[in-house]
């Protein structure tokens, strides 16, 4: 029976590790997706994305089979060479993010903005799926 030496920090120490090196590679080389907020009102669902300093020529909307896909690409324009940057903490590159549609939504008349940085998404409820008031009549 051979005796091993238990070292309490070694998991610490190999999260530091992990640690570090993230935030040493450089930022065009990490994943990132734009932060979006989705609501619903009585007459449409809408999508709102953050993607600030995204071209609106690198943005692209698609909607197939039920689902709705926001993609586009934030371009990382290195000014000097990269010289001067103490950190780079923003995510560049590609991105995308896909969300189902219910069939109550009308995906053939989809409207999209673009102000402030915000991609902003409406999709209109079909007729049969707005609430409607129905009339009470009274029977003697």
Same mark, same amino acid.
């Given at each position: 029976?051979?005796?091993?030496?238990?070292?309490?920090?070694?998991?610490?120490?190999?999260?530091?590790?992990?640690?570090?090196?993230?935030?040493?590679?450089?930022?065009?080389?990490?994943?990132?997706?734009?932060?979006?907020?989705?609501?619903?009102?009585?007459?449409?669902?809408?999508?709102?994305?953050?993607?600030?300093?995204?071209?609106?020529?690198?943005?692209?909307?698609?909607?197939?089979?039920?689902?709705?896909? %926001?993609?586009?690409?934030?371009?990382?324009? !290195? =000014?000097?060479?990269?010289?001067?940057?103490?950190? *780079? #903490?923003?995510?560049?590159?590609?991105?995308?993010?896909?969300?189902?549609?219910?069939?109550?939504?009308?995906?053939?008349?989809?409207?999209?903005?673009?102000?402030?940085? %915000?991609?902003?998404?409406?999709?209109?409820? !079909? =007729?049969?799926?707005?609430?409607?008031?129905?009339? *009470? #009549?009274?029977?003697?």
């Amino acid at each position: 029976m051979s005796l091993s030496h238990f070292d309490p920090l070694a998991n610490i120490r190999l999260f530091e590790d992990a640690f570090g090196r993230l935030l040493s590679e450089p930022a065009a080389s990490r994943p990132w997706s734009p932060a979006v907020d989705i609501y619903e009102s009585e007459n449409e669902l809408v999508l709102k994305a953050d993607v600030p300093d995204v071209d609106l020529k690198d943005i692209n909307v698609n909607v197939e089979n039920q689902t709705l896909t %926001v993609s586009g690409e934030r371009k990382f324009e !290195k =000014e000097d060479g990269g010289k001067g940057y103490h950190r *780079i #903490e923003r995510g560049y590159g590609a991105f995308s993010r896909s969300f189902a549609v219910p069939g109550v939504y009308d995906v053939e008349h989809i409207a999209a903005t673009y102000k402030n940085g %915000v991609l902003t998404v409406s999709l209109p409820k !079909k =007729e049969t799926a707005k609430p409607r008031q129905i009339k *009470i #009549e009274a029977k003697n």
